[in-house]
């Protein structure tokens, strides 16, 4: 089972592999030296020393995967502009000046989202964790940070399979996809950030890791990004090219077929409509918090699309929220009270908790 470069997927779109989710995050319990292998320092990028004991291996990988990726993702959508597919993390932070401030910005959000497995679910027999692959997982995508190749079908495609894989087999309790032999859990009962109380299913062989076909062209049929070759992306079923506007070029506010180039941003008005422009500063007026610059969102007087607001600064913990893009990198909007704080934990399946 893939789970690494699948809890990415859904961070930030990387057309790679395909199943654990992010939204919901796992008690971080400490987790000791789970897995056995060579993950030390100087093995990722920024080469940190090595956090010996608590939090131990596995929350040493997610901090790592953090800085790696935010790189990776960072340079790709600020050097890399048309020749590599785009993510979703790269259009939510192409607002920057630069690369290296939407690194910053990138690893502080990465790591407050991104668990791939946490120690908890090592100890409960839930995961398997392999530190020896995980080391060399994030080896191989640093390589590729500096470049404009893509993740899909390369080196770290292969070797981040297994880095983390499910335990429990069909009919087992789980919490989320990533506990599961299959990749799926079906939820009796579903919780907020794709957490939930369920049983693993079957693996059926459907969904994008079963699925190997020629990479699509531009025009032809698809389901996903993934599917399209080169720096093409899923619109309509279609595979399109993005075409990128240059400074003070129509645009209209959303539109993924036509980007403005980063460090610029689509400035709308209530119907959509507008130009490349820099970022909105503190204090502007706004319609859509993707027009507000870094550190900033659109606050509506009232809650309807297309009610002018103005751009101010992210809410701090337990400032009122309806959305994470409100609260500052590091912290979410918490489903239970509406105000920003640490991301809730997605519990342990009951069976595990009673074991334990």
Known sequence: MRVFLETLNVIIKLPVLMLMLVGCLPPSGGGGNEGAGGFGAGSMAG???????????????????????????????????????????????SNHPDEAACRRHARSRLEAELRVVTGDEVRAGLIAFNAARASACLDAIARLANTCAPLAASEADELCEGVAQGRVEADGACSRDAQCVSGYCLFERELEFGCGQGTCLEADGEGPVGVQVRPQAEGEFCEWDSQCTGALICLESECHRVLYLELGEECTVGDLAAACRPSTVCRGTSGGQGACASPARRGAACVDSAECGPGLYCKASEQDDGVAGACLPLEGAEAACESNQQCEPGIVCRVDTRRCGERQSCPLPMSAREAG
Request: proline share 11%.
């Open 47 to 93: 080469g940190r020393a090595p956090i010996p004991g608590p939090p131990g291996v596995v929350d040493r990988f997610n901090l790592d995967a953090a800085d790696v990726l935010a790189q990776y993702v960072c340079h790709q959508t600020y050097a890399c502009v048309g020749e590599s597919k785009p993510t979703a993390l790269g259009r939510s932070l």
